[in-house]
C-alpha cells in the first residue's frame, strides 16, 4: 500500500536543546511551538517486497546525508510491522532544507505517518507523535496541530508532544526572514550533544519548568506583549547556550542581528514584534495579523535578507491523496 502525508515544520517558543538520553532522543526538558502552515514536507511511502534496499528521493536527490537516518527510522516502522520489506520513499520539502527552518521536524513527522499508514499499522496520535520523536526530536511535536507542548518524560512512552490549543486559539504568525539557504556547518544533532557542556546549562534547567507553566499562561491569555518577551529572551538564552558550549556554535550570520536590531527598533516605533531563532541564521519574528506588511517591508530593506515566508498557525500531519511516485 502507497500512503502520502503532509508534515508542517513548527517554530520552538521553549526550545529542545540538549538530551538526557541519546538513543532515544529524550530531552533534557519540555519544549512548546507552534507549526508553521506554509513550510512543509510532503512524503510518499510504499513497501515493497521485490526491493533490495530502500530506496530514498529527497527533494529530488539520491545521496542525501539524511539517509542513514531514514533507513532507520523505516527500520522501527518495520519492527512494528514485523516485517523487513524495503520502501520507497519520495519527500519534498516546500522549503531548503538545513538552514534552521526545521527540516528534519517535517521531514520526520511526513515519514512517520505516511511511513505507519503505508505499513498498514493504526497508530494513535499519542504513539505517532513517539515514533517521530525517535527521528528527530522536534519531529514529534509537528504531529498534533495548532500550539502544541512536548512533555519531556523519562521513558519513551511519556515523552510526546500533544495539543494545547487549536491553530484558530491565536491569530498570530512567523514571519520567517530567511537570511541563508546553505547546509549549516554542525547539524543540529551535533549540537544536542554540547550543549551541557555550556556554564550556562545548568541555570537554564533550574528556571525552565517555571518559563513553561508561564508561557503556557500568557498563550491560553493570548497576553502577546508578556509572550513575545519571553520567547525573545528563551531564544537568546538558546544562543547563550550555543556561544558557550564547546566546540561553539556560532549559527548567527551579520545579517541576523540586523534582523534581531530592526525588531527591537521597531518595537520602539509601537509595533508588536519579537524575534526567536532555531540553530541557524533565520529570524523568525513573531508578530499580530494586522502589522506584517508594515514589518515585512522594513525587514526586506536589511541587507543580507534574502526572503520573508509568512506562516500562521497550522495542523500537523495528515494523510493526503496526492502521491508522489
Ligand atoms: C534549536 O529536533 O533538529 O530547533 O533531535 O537531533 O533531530 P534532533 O534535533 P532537532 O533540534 C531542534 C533544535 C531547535 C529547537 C527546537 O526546535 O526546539
Given at each position: ?11 520552538a517558543?521553549i526550545k529542545y536543546w540538549g538530551r538526557k ?6 530531552p533534557s526538558n519540555g519544549s ?120 519531556d ?38 549540537g544536542q550533544?554540547t550543549a551541557s557542556s555550556s556554564i550556562f546549562f545548568q541555570t537554564r534547567l533550574n528556571n525552565i519548568v517555571q518559563k513553561i507553566?508561564t508561557c ?14 519571553l520567547?525573545?529572551m528563551e531564544a537568546l538564552e538558546l544562543h547563550t547556550i550555543m556561544f558557550t558550549s ?80
Amino acid at each position: 500500500m502507497k500512503a502520502t502525508a503532509k508534515a508542517h515544520s513548527n517554530i520552538a517558543f521553549i526550545k529542545y536543546w540538549g538530551r538526557k538520553e541519546e538513543i532515544l532522543r529524550l530531552p533534557s526538558n519540555g519544549s512548546i511551538s507552534m507549526n508553521l502552515s506554509n513550510l512543509f514536507t510532503t512524503t510518499t511511502v510504499e513497501f515493497n517486497p521485490s526491493l533490495h534496499n530502500d530506496d530514498i528521493l529527497v527533494n529530488g536527490e539520491r545521496n542525501n546525508e539524511i539517509n542513514s537516518r531514514i533507513t532507520k527510522h523505516l527500520d522501527r516502522i518495520r519492527v512494528l510491522l514485523q516485517k523487513k520489506t524495503y520502501a520507497q520513499v519520495v519527500s519534498q520539502n516546500s522549503f531548503a532544507a538545513s538552514a534552521g527552518m526545521a527540516s528534519s521536524a517535517s521531514g520526520f513527522a511526513a515519514l512517520t505517518v505516511a511511513g505507519v499508514a503505508a505499513a498498514g499499522l493504526q497508530l494513535s496520535e499519542k504513539e505517532l507523535s513517539i515514533l517521530a520523536r525517535q527521528g528527530s526530536g522536534s519531529a514529534c511535536r509537528s504531529i498534533p496541530d495548532g500550539f502544541v507542548e512536548w512533555v519531556d518524560g523519562n521513558t519513551s512512552d511519556d515523552s510526546y508532544a500533544h495539543k494545547l490549543f487549536d491553530q484558530s486559539h491565536w491569530d498570530i504568525c512567523d514571519i520567517v526572514t530567511v537570511i541563508s539557504k546553505e547546509k549549516k556547518d554542525v547539524s543540529t544533532s551535533m549540537g544536542q550533544q554540547t550543549a551541557s557542556s555550556s556554564i550556562f546549562f545548568q541555570t537554564r534547567l533550574n528556571n525552565i519548568v517555571q518559563k513553561i507553566h508561564t508561557c503556557k499562561e500568557l498563550m491560553k491569555t493570548r497576553n502577546f506583549d508578556e509572550f513575545g518577551k519571553l520567547i525573545e529572551m528563551e531564544a537568546l538564552e538558546l544562543h547563550t547556550i550555543m556561544f558557550t558550549s564547546w566546540p561553539s556554535l556560532i549559527y548567527l550570520e551579520p545579517a541576523s542581528l540586523g534582523v534581531m536590531k530592526a525588531v527591537k527598533r521597531l518595537r520602539e516605533e509601537g509595533i508588536s514584534a519579537y524575534f526567536t531563532i532555531d540553530a541557524g541564521p533565520n529570524i523568525h519574528i513573531i508578530c499580530l495579523q494586522k502589522d506584517i506588511d508594515h514589518i515585512e517591508k522594513r525587514i526586506k530593506t536589511i541587507p543580507g535578507v534574502l526572503e520573508t515566508i509568512i506562516n500562521n498557525a497550522s495542523r500537523g500531519s495528515y494523510l493526503i491523496d496526492n502521491h508522489l511516485f
